[in-house]
């Protein structure tokens, strides 16, 4: 199956503009999944739920239906972040439809930094979701989470055999870490970062790009520039990842000892 990263800088505030270029890509990148950043819809860096709500749209809103209708017209499968309202409530979220799959929303887990005075904790947990017409188990998990081995473990444990990463990543750190949750759960690992950076109340927030895809082995499919915008696509096969087997022997879910973790 073809997966493939957008890596763009939302424009804050400009829902109209995003959802265009989200469209854009929708309609043009020939590939089965698509994986767009973290709040895709709308950008970043609000500091209180009033200053984000005019950008949220509740799960069932047209703007987000439309982004999974055109997926579904076009035979793709999309991973889109947008910021969820749901009374009044906001979350960092990710819908997840597109060709043969109901619509779900992941709720990001870990907020990150002042997304906590914006956001409330996700409430979704990490599911799978079945692509039978790709035999492909997708999971998805928003940035931050990435730093919790539970998160991916936990959608691993699930029987992903894919997890989409829609962030927003503000650090280095992670282009050393992420590839390890790849190894570690033997998964394919798609992260979609955003360039581009956005300031509030004198604080500036500078995202860096490097949007990759990371084979089961951790080694970078693909791989983005810091600063600009991107495609990346790779052919991936997801049945690969479900012998977790790696010598006559080991087996690294089987090897598991749970009793000992906590
Ligand atoms: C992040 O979770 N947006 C760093």
């Excluded at 469209?23 to 020939?30: A, F, G, L, N, T």
């Excluded at 887990?109 to 914006?118: A, K, P």
């Excluded at 022997?249 to 000992?260: G, Q, S, T, W, Y």
Aim: proline share 5%; glycine share 6%; charged share 25%.
């Amino acid at each position: 199956m073809r997966l493939a990263t957008i890596q763009f800088c939302p424009a804050r505030g400009d829902t109209a503009a995003n959802l265009n270029r989200l469209h854009h890509w929708i309609s043009s990148v020939d590939a089965d999944v698509i994986v767009f950043p973290e709040l895709a819809t709308c950008g970043y860096f609000f500091r209180s739920p009033a200053e984000a709500l005019p950008y949220a749209f509740e799960r069932t809103a047209p703007e987000i239906a439309g982004l999974v209708d055109a997926a579904a017209a076009a035979g793709r499968v999309i991973v889109c972040g947008f910021a969820e309202r749901d009374g009044d409530r906001l979350y960092n979220s990710a819908v997840i439809g597109g060709k043969g799959l109901a619509t779900t929303v992941y709720r990001k887990s870990h907020l990150f930094y002042r997304e906590v005075d914006v956001f409330t904790p996700g409430d979704s947990g990490f599911f799978v979701v079945d692509l039978p017409h790709l035999d492909c188990r997708l999971g998805t998990m928003i940035c931050y989470d990435w730093r919790f081995p539970e998160s991916s473990r936990s959608l691993a444990l699930k029987g992903a055999d894919l997890i989409a990463c829609p962030s927003n990543l503000v650090t280095e750190i992670w282009r050393t870490v992420m590839p390890t949750r790849a190894i570690e759960n033997k998964v394919y690992l798609a992260v979609a970062n955003r360039t581009g950076s956005e300031t509030n109340a004198n604080e500036t927030l500078q995202f860096n790009g490097c949007s990759a895809i990371y084979g089961y082995n951790g080694k970078p499919l693909a791989n983005a520039e810091a600063d600009a915008d991107a495609v990346l696509i790779a052919e991936i096969d997801p049945s690969l990842t479900r012998n977790k087997r790696f010598n006559d022997v080991n087996d690294i879910f089987a090897d598991r000892r749970p009793e000992l973790y906590r």
